[in-house]
């Protein structure tokens, strides 16, 4: 087996600029798997045939020529040709009793009364056309049709004149010896003469544009790629024209809501919202749910004639957001204000921006009237954000998970502007009406090694103690918290409630850190291993990006392909693990705290929590993943690692999700792993 470095040095031959989380894994399928991305760090770092870029992570390269890449199996971009136009013919549409059973649109709503786009369509008109779609042609008729060539079409009826025939001498023909030769097929050779009509894609000059297809695809079958087009491009070779990204639709036209049919917690939030005069918060643990709620809020506000701002905190809620509303609400004029592109509301009627192309930017001009939907909306209230949040936008609406009192500018800035927090659909709800999938929980239990847990006792009698302090001092205990960072910012009015209010915070902090870190925690990982390899896809979440690192090692030491992914990796390398993860390449992501809303995430049956949750919401958006219904056969699982004999396992929230979880199961210290396994897939 070669050696870590030379392996490292081989894969940057081969293909130069990784970061050590991309190398991370290349030298764990050569065979190192124990090693975690810090430990690789350290062999780049002294490597003298390798170098580092200026970038943030740095990207590696290798100064000599090295390796090929043969001899690491590193996996290759799949290419894929996209068919000319030409490929593409029609087929019918479904037929009339196909169509009498199609019924697009949603629920009447008392919310929505009286307008059409909102109601069910009735029975479509008795002589409906028949509307035709592209199907596209298989590979091996598009090659037939490439081989053979088109019949030829006169220019012009020409006078038909009849030729005497001619007289031929006979031909004297040698005996036909009975000997049988094998059969040798030729290669089809194109006739060269000028007067051959062949298919469009052989009349060529030029290469052929082609498109790369994602590397998640399946490979396609190889095919013959036709020689290239004149001066123009294949476009000008068929007659059509090529094809442009377009910006938005003009504005001011007709729109029509398509989408998914209303449930019922999402009609009564949208009554509210009405009767709060369009302003409110609204709390849903459903991301596609809270989705449709802001696209009819959207559509309803396009019916008055206003103007529609949609502000994210990321690039991918911004693509999701984008996609949905082109979806729901066909016909829609839309723009986009990102890094690269910057609309305005004088191109389009709906603004799907984030929150940093937004800032200093009055995107509303005077005597426009608007709506402006903040999802995200707890993540507004610090000063650059809050920035954002025009006063010309009459009609407002926050979009979120769950709200916390202790969310920076709940009081000062979100309340006062988006106004009353609306029940929607919280983790009770989404069970009983069958918005969430049914699930199942498990409570696994750890042992702290004797440091730890005596460094656990000492904090929790100091934790103790300052409690007692500040419940004298006002501290409530249904919001003891909020009133403790309430008496630490209060230094001028009583030093010593200030004091010990920092010395519990502090307290607190620590001891949670203690707990979520736990060496006990990071090896029951690897117990996990054979349960998490049935999964289809797994996630593990963790407090600090090193135990999310270490998580990812042990599990590929147990023969468990896993990665980790924080906020720091790189677009392209987060793009690159997701594309492994939907693939298949990777079973299990590591990753501290939470993941960004947003991202595209395949089928997840397993979510491992290895720190306690600091929030309801925070809860929320961990076992999200596994909340969406499916048509799966088992029901998906969240496991609590937890250490026994201290407050870990009572978080606080955490029995919320018990209360809603089809079956509740608790794994004592030392239990098997196969054990463990069994009960996940149902044996």
Known sequence: MSTPNDVLHAALCARPLQTASELTLTVADAGHDALTTAEVEELLVGDPRLRADNSTPPRWRALGAGHPATMLNLPTPRRQVLAPAASFGERPGPTVLEQADTRLGILPAAAFAGRPSVRLQEARATTPTTPTVPVRVPVSARLAAVAKPAPETPAAEQPVVEQPPVEQPPVEQPPV?????????????????????????????????????????????????????????????????????????????????????????????????????????????????RAVVGVLAAWDALTRGEKVLVLVPTSDLLDRWFSTLELYLPGLSIGRRDITTAHTFDECDVLVSLVSAAFGQQLLTDGQAGLVIADEVHKYGSARPAETLRAGFAARLGLTSAMERQDPGFDDILRP????????????????????????????????????????????????????????????????????????????????????????????????????????????????GPTLARSTHALVFTHTKDAADAAAAGLRTAGVPAAWLHNGLEPEVRRNTLRDLRAGRLRVLTAPKVLDEGLDLPTVDAVVLLAASRSYRQLVQRVGAVLPPTEADRHPVVLVV??????????????????????????????????IAAWFVGA
């Open 177 to 289: 010896e009975t000997t049988v030769e094998p059969t040798v097929v030729q290669p089809f050779e194109p006739e060269t003469s000028a007067t051959t009509t062949t298919h469009p894609t052989a009349r060529v000059g030029e290469p052929l544009p082609v498109r790369v297809a994602p590397e998640d695809r399946p490979p396609a079958e190889p095919f013959a790629i036709a020689p290239a087009t004149p001066a123009g491009g294949l476009f000008l070779a068929l007659g059509a024209t090529p094809a442009v990204e377009r910006g938005p639709l003009p504005p001011g036209g007709e729109v029509r809501y398509v989408g998914p049919q209303l449930r019922r917690w999402q009609k009564d939030v949208l009554d509210a919202w009405l009767a709060e005069e369009r302003r409110g918060i609204i709390e849903a643990v459903s991301a596609q749910g």
């Open 417 to 528: 502007y988006f106004g009353a927090v609306l029940d929607g659909c919280d983790l009770r709800r989404g069970r009983k009406d069958d918005v969430l999938a049914p699930f199942r929980l498990a409570f696994v239990a750890v042992d702290l090694d004797a440091d730890e847990q005596a460094e656990h006792d000492a904090l929790s009698a100091q934790i103790t103690e300052l409690a007692g302090r500040l419940a004298e001092q006002g501290c409530t205990p249904h919001r003891f918290v909020e009133d403790a960072v309430r008496l630490q910012n209060g230094w001028r009015e009583n030093a010593r409630a200030a004091a010990d209010a920092s010395a519990y915070l502090r307290a607190v902090s620590t001891r949670r850190d203690l707990l979520a870190t736990s060496s006990a925690k990071l090896a029951a990982v690897a117990t996990l």
């Open 642 to 675: 937890h250490a026994r004999g201290t407050v870990d396992a009572d978080d606080g929230f955490v029995t919320d999700l018990a209360s809603v979880a089809t079956e509740v199961r608790t794994f004592d210290v030392g239990t098997p792993a196969a054990a």
